[in-house]
Nanobody, 125 residues
Framework: QVQVVESGGGLVQSGGSLRLSCVVS????????TAWYRQPPGKEGECERELVARITSDTTTTYADSVKGRFTISRDNAKNTAYLQMSSLEPEDTAVYYC???????????????WGQGTQVTVSP
């Protein structure tokens, strides 16, 4: 059983900061890339999720243009945890933030994506 659990969301004023965490647990051989997605209010379904940031197993990072210079993704392999440090938050960043981890399960032969349940981030003007 593999679990992906996000935490750290909340309500913050414009210009503030938050740090999200994504913990992977269970029978895992390896966590490959980890990514943060977000789904703004009023948008439904996985296809409406926007890629925010991604980090590979060798710590190569990519960011959406809208968050470059404000958000930083990182990972702690020993803890199977990824982080998203968000600064200079804007009301437009309001969304449910989801973690997606590409995982090779223990005794498995194929890696696949696992999603967390999401954490709400609300930025007030």
């Amino acid at each position: 059983q593999v679990q992906v659990v996000e935490s750290g969301g909340g309500l913050v004023q414009s210009g503030g900061s938050l740090r999200l965490s994504c913990v992977v647990s269970g029978s895992i051989e390896r966590v490959n890339a980890t990514a943060w997605y977000r789904q703004p209010p009023g948008k439904e379904g996985e296809c409406e999720r926007e890629l925010v940031a991604r980090i590979t197993s060798d710590t190569t990072t990519t960011y959406a243009d809208s968050v470059k210079g404000r958000f930083t993704i990182s990972r702690d392999n020993a803890k199977n945890t990824a982080y998203l440090q968000m600064s200079s938050l804007e009301p437009e960043d309001t969304a449910v933030y989801y973690c997606r981890a590409h995982i090779l399960p223990m005794l498995g032969t194929v890696s696949r994506n696992y999603w967390g349940q999401g954490t709400q981030v609300t930025v007030s003007p």
